[in-house]
C-alpha cells in the first residue's frame, strides 16, 4: 500500500517554463513533508521541506505548496534550468517522537527533463 | 567535511554470502538510516538509530541487522544474501532535520 505516491514517472519542460511536480499521500498521520532532488549514480539531496501548519514554502526558485484537505503538495520550479533535469522524490514523515525524528515514506519518483 | 560516506560502492555477492556495508559520518548526526531503492521505486526504510547503542526497524529489516557502537559509524549487516536484496543501498544521517544521503552501495546477489 503506497502512502506517498507521484503518478507521473516522468515530466519534461522547455528551459524557462514552469516545472510542476506532483505528490499525493494518503496517511493522515504525515505532518512534515520533503523534496528531494536525485541525480544518476548519486544519493538524494535536500531541496525543501514544509511543515503541516504550513501551505506554501518558498526557497529561491523552488515553492512548496501543500493543500492538506487534498492530502496533496507540489513542487513549483520557477524557471526551470536544463540542470534541474533529475528525479524528484517526495517524501513524508509522521513525527512521532516530537521533532526529532525523520524516518521517511518516499514515493516512487518523477523525472524531470528540463529540454534547452 | 566528507558528509556521509559509503564503502564498497559495486558489490556482486553470491547466494548464502553474507557481507557488511559501511556507513560513516562526520557531520555529529544522531540519526542515521538504511535505505533501499529497487529499480523504479522508491526509497524504503530498512533500519534506522537515534544515537549511539540504539537502533530500531523500519519499513523493510527482513534479511539485515545494524549495530550503532559510535556516533560516526551505522554498518548494515547481510547475513545470507538472497536475490531479492538486490538493490542499492543508501545511508544517512541527520540532526533532526532533512537528512543528508551517501552515494550509495549498488549490490548485486547471483
Known amino acids: 500500500d503506497q502512502q506517498v505516491k507521484q503518478n507521473s514517472p516522468s515530466l519534461s519542460v522547455q528551459e524557462g517554463r514552469i516545472s510542476i511536480l506532483n505528490c499525493d499521500y494518503t496517511?493522515?498521520?504525515?505532518?512534515?513533508f520533503l523534496w528531494y532532488k536525485k541525480y544518476p549514480a548519486e544519493g538524494p539531496t535536500f531541496l525543501i521541506s514544509?511543515?503541516?501548519?504550513?501551505d506554501k514554502n518558498e526557497d529561491g526558485r523552488f515553492t512548496v505548496f501543500l493543500n492538506k484537505s487534498a492530502k496533496h503538495l507540489s513542487l513549483h520550479i520557477v524557471p526551470s534550468q536544463p540542470g534541474d533535469s533529475a528525479v524528484y522524490f517526495c517524501a513524508a514523515s509522521a513525527d512521532r517522537s516530537g521533532g526529532s525524528n525523520y524516518k521517511l515514506t518516499f514515493g516512487k519518483g518523477t523525472l524531470l527533463t528540463v529540454n534547452p | 567535511n566528507a558528509g556521509v560516506t559509503q564503502t564498497p560502492k559495486f558489490r556482486i555477492l553470491k547466494i548464502g554470502q553474507s557481507m557488511t556495508l559501511q556507513c560513516t559520518q562526520d557531520?555529529?548526526?544522531?540519526?542515521m538510516y538504511w535505505y533501499r531503492q529497487d529499480p523504479g521505486m522508491g526509497l524504503k526504510l530498512i533500519y534506522y538509530?537515534?544515537?549511539?547503542?540504539?537502533?530500531d526497524k523500519g519499513e523493510v529489516p527482513n534479511g539485515y541487522n545494524v549495530s550503532r557502537s559510535t556516533t560516526e559509524d551505522f554498518p548494515l549487516r547481510l547475513e545470507l544474501a538472497a536475490p531479492s536484496q538486490t538493490s542499492v543501498y543508501f545511508c544517512a544521517s541527520s540532526y533532526g532535520g532533512a537528512g543528508f544521503f551517501g552515494p550509495g552501495t549498488r549490490l548485486t546477489v547471483l
Open positions: 496517511n493522515s498521520m504525515f505532518d512534515y
Open positions: 557531520m555529529n548526526h544522531n540519526y
Open positions: 514544509i511543515s503541516s501548519i504550513k
Open positions: 538509530s537515534v544515537g549511539a547503542g540504539i537502533t
